[in-house]
């Protein structure tokens, strides 16, 4: 009798966004993030830390969170060079598509999950991978509310390019600041 078969398991992408001040050390908005996702983690997931380093000779967010990761991942991938929410939803759709992820489970912080949103929902438009969202706690820092609404501004736009770029084809997307 042959042994039983497992169904197949489905490969998630575990997205953790950065956040810092420019420091040398994790931010504690940071940190926060990293923890819940290393509650979320599952061994065969691969877990894609982004954030880079505001000033020279100071290590990256996606290096320093890689240095605390105690959570399970079949793989830990480093976007060490993600400035923007923006940047962070292109760069993770692309790397869910390569690695054959059926989701994306974007990590954030609750004041920043709507607008994360909505940039990641049109980052994998018309590819057929899930997205889920979980938030970490904590306070959001003085300013980051009021930076939200500024950036805000560029949500609509930018959604509208990325739906224009996927039905063309068409290659780079333009830098934002978001």
């Known amino acids: 009798m042959a042994p039983p078969t497992r169904a197949p398991v489905s490969r998630r992408l575990i997205a953790v966004l950065g956040y810092s001040n420019g420091g040398d050390s994790l931010h504690d908005v940071c940190a926060c993030r990293l923890r819940r996702a290393e509650a979320e983690a599952r061994p065969e997931d691969v877990v894609h830390l982004s954030g880079w380093a505001r000033r020279r000779g100071v290590t990256s967010e996606a290096e320093l ?22 940047g962070n939803a292109k760069v993770a759709a692309e790397v869910a598509g390569r690695i054959g992820a059926s989701e994306v489970v974007v990590v954030t912080s609750r004041w920043h999950e709507r607008r994360a949103a909505a940039l990641f929902r049109a980052a994998l438009r018309r590819t057929g991978i899930r997205l889920a969202l979980t938030s970490a706690e904590g306070a959001a820092p003085r300013g980051a509310r009021l930076r939200e609404l500024a950036c805000w501004t560029l949500v609509p736009p930018l959604t509208v390019y990325i739906g224009r770029r996927g039905r063309r084809g068409e290659g780079a997307l333009p830098s934002a600041s978001s």
């Open 65 to 86: 969170m890689a240095e605390a990761w105690r959570g399970a991942a079949a793989e830990l991938e480093l976007a060490a060079d993600a400035r923007t929410t923006y």
